[in-house]
């Protein structure tokens, strides 16, 4: 059986440009896979995917996502714990379709349920946030790069000092910005202008096809995100952030000149 790279190991991925490297962490072409992903692929191993030696050192995080997406479709894994909390998350918060789940689901079908449902709502699960003294630490550049982009899109002014903040300030103010940017009917996450010139992810496209979009055969990442924000607005989806603590809803002053 052929051995799934080791994402610990630096020298496994010798060829692929870093975050260092590289400005865009969300260039999929050119960075690695996630730790996420390579875990994934090694349970799709044991359980019996095809194509296993596709899964060389150099593998690419799109190629990655690609293999996995034929893994999901041809081996007949179990749901995965992670699929499992966040279903219970979606259906604690309302989430239509709850009936269709059942014992036994396979990773697929999980999938596709999962998809069904945040293609009917505009569900995520909740994300990580800094905890403890991990919200005392120095904010990053990507975590600052975001913030600013959110913030733009939904008109709020920053709440923290770009050049002094900490991650839980900026993680704060992040999710705020989301809310926000639901209540207005705009997406929650927002590209950088180099995702939206990108191809549309095979999610991306699922989600679209699931809604009954035409998917146009030069789409990009950024005009098919817009296509599917438009179709939701006529569903008449209702923004909201499951499980988002209301602390985030509350207004806070803006940084003065």
Known sequence: MT??????AGSAFPNQVTDHDHPSRYNTFRTRPTSKQIALARLFVEHGAPNAE????????????????????????????????LARHLVENG????DELKEGMTFNEMRQWLFKVQMAGNYFPRRSVPLGLARKQPSSNTQYELARRLADS???????????STRGEVSDFIARCRVELLNQGKPAFIPSPEERDMPP????????TYMGINIPENATKGSLS????????????????????????????????
Request: include cysteine; glycine fraction near 4%; charged fraction near 30%.
């Open 3 to 8: 051995d799934v790279p080791d994402i610990s």
């Open 54 to 85: 596709r899964l060389h050192k150099d593998i690419t995080m799109q190629e990655m996502r690609e293999w996995l997406d034929q893994a999901a479709e041809t081996t007949p894994m179990p749901a995965t714990p992670t699929q499992l909390v």
């Open 95 to 98: 989430a239509p379709c709850a």
């Open 154 to 164: 939904a008109g709020i002014q920053l709440t923290f000092d770009p050049t002094n």
């Open 201 to 208: 992810s095979p999610g991306q496209k699922r989600k679209a």
């Open 226 to 257: 817009d296509l599917i924000l438009a179709k939701q607005k006529e569903l008449g989806v209702q923004w909201r952030v499951p499980g988002m603590n209301e602390e985030h809803m509350k207004e806070e002053e803006p940084m003065k000149e």
